[in-house]
């Protein structure tokens, strides 16, 4: 049964195609790579994944790659969880759509150690890139969840005496947190900035036998996406600032209790 459409309405249709086609694209391109190791005398390798230069195939695989991931990050973005509260703000969307990312890049986590397993334990032909590529796409994971608990208001709050104060106060104490949030990403970005820079100017690498760019991709994306959690941050403030205040209490998520009533009932 077709979920309701959270905000693409009529574009859900051609972003599902979308995601179908390079996602298909994706695999067809990888079919021929893993052939091509056997039938050619120069095939290309996970050393060639990070060094797209003179390689047209490559090229476009990396682009299907980033194509069928955020096309299959904002279709899955027009759904939400049973705990998941509904959005608020335009900035929101964008929220979802990168925890979509992050949770899609889990799923290619294990991917990687499971063939790193395989290939280790079942053919001795250990890989060079496993660790590092799983590295790599956990930093991401890493950012991106940060963004997320931002947009959820998952992230760890303390309300004992939060709860205690009226709701002018907690409107106050509201925006001298996000003011906070303001002042420490001004302070990040403008120390960071330039050495960030640096860093992704020459896409400096790993310095391993693989080599990938991961000092000058992550640390511009701790920037990058830090400047996210603020925004996402003044969202909130802006989103929850006429809402009547919330009562917060120890007791699990009636959703989260009929989860673990179904999971011991299969059991």
Partial sequence: MERE????GQLRAPVRMAMIGFSALTGVIFLWLVINQ?????????HDMVRPAGKPLVSIMLYSIFGALLFASIYLSDTIGAIEPCPDGLFDYVSLVCSRLA???IALIV???FYEVVARYAFN???LWANELSLWIAAFIFLFAGQYAMQQRSHIRIYVIYDLMPRWMQKTADVISVGL??????????GGYLDAEARFMRMETFGTAWDPPIPGTVKPAILFIIVLVCIQAVSNLIADWNKEPEVHTDEPDEHEIEALRRTLEEK
């Fill in 111 to 113: 991917i990687v150690m």
């Fill in 181 to 190: 949030i303001v002042i420490f990403t001004f302070a990040l970005v403008w």
């Fill in 103 to 105: 949770m899609i890049s």
């Fill in 5 to 8: 459409s959270v905000w693409l």
């Fill in 38 to 46: 056997f039938i050619s005398s120069d095939p290309i390798g996970m």
């Fill in 125 to 127: 032909r250990p890989t």
